[in-house]
Antibody
Framework: EVQLLESGGGLVQPGGSLRLSCAAS????????MSWVRQAPGKGLEWVST????????YYADSVKGRFTISRDNSKNTLYLQMNSLRAEDTAIYYC???????????????WGQGTLVTVSS | QSVLTQPPSVSGAPGQRVTISCTGS?????????VHWYQQLPGTAPKLLIY???NRPSGVPDRFSGSKSGTSASLAITGLQAEDEADYYC???????????FGGGTKLTVL
């Protein structure tokens, strides 16, 4: 069974940094692209970033480009999201999700982790 | 403002049929990129409901169906049940943004 377990969320001040992790199991991690999708409180889903299986290709939403960095360690079956220069509007639940078919984008997401909450506030 | 447009809410009585629309543009759905649908039950993570416009993952009841035409897509739910009360999101790819895009979500209320 595929499992994705996020960690690293918490309260951070505006301008601060945070690193999220997603531990994956149940599939050959290095073969699949992975993504982060976020959901602000009471709002809809927003794609944040995608990384290829090898880690050689990365893609970002304009709203986080230049501030967030997606990466992966295939030896540890772990996905990361380094978030710098955080803003109040980055407050959200961050979900780790696996892309389904070979390749990167376009693609769809299945399954999803349970999410980790990031709150940016002073 | 989401790239894909969905109605904020729909409702129906048990047993009825409801549809949820997802309208895009020439850089996403209209460019022949597939549409996928997710169900998010209250307090839980999203779950894949329909992929590739009209395909159901194993375990998803055949009461759920998807279709796509032109720059729009639709999710239909027949034989509405109380457990279907959830938020539903469409998703596709946008070539102008070079990334995945979601609809704003539709809250389904079972009366």
């Amino acid at each position: 069974e595929v499992q994705l377990l996020e960690s690293g969320g918490g309260l951070v001040q505006p301008g601060g940094s945070l690193r999220l992790s997603c531990a994956a199991s149940g599939f050959t991690f290095s073969r699949y692209a992975m993504s982060w999708v976020r959901q602000a409180p009471g709002k809809g889903l927003e794609w944040v970033s995608t990384i290829s299986g090898s880690g050689g290709s990365t893609y970002y939403a304009d709203s986080v480009k230049g501030r967030f960095t997606i990466s992966r360690d295939n030896s540890k079956n772990t996905l990361y999201l380094q978030m710098n220069s955080l803003r109040a509007e980055d407050t959200a639940i961050y979900y780790c999700t696996k892309l389904v078919v070979d390749g990167v984008l376009p693609n769809w997401f299945d399954p999803w982790g349970q999410g980790t909450l990031v709150t940016v506030s002073s | 403002q989401s790239v894909l447009t969905q109605p904020p809410s729909v409702s129906g009585a048990p047993g009825q049929r409801v549809t949820i629309s997802c309208t895009g543009s020439s850089s996403n759905i209209g460019a022949d990129y597939d549409v996928h649908w997710y169900q998010q039950l209250p307090g839980t993570a999203p779950k894949l409901l329909i992929y590739g416009n009209s395909n159901r993952p194993s375990g998803v009841p055949d009461r759920f169906s998807g279709s796509k035409s032109g720059t729009s897509a639709s999710l239909a739910i027949t034989g509405l049940q109380a457990e279907d009360e959830a938020d539903y999101y469409c998703q596709s790819y946008d070539s102008s943004l070079s990334g995945s895009v979601f609809g704003g979500g539709t809250k389904l209320t079972v009366l």
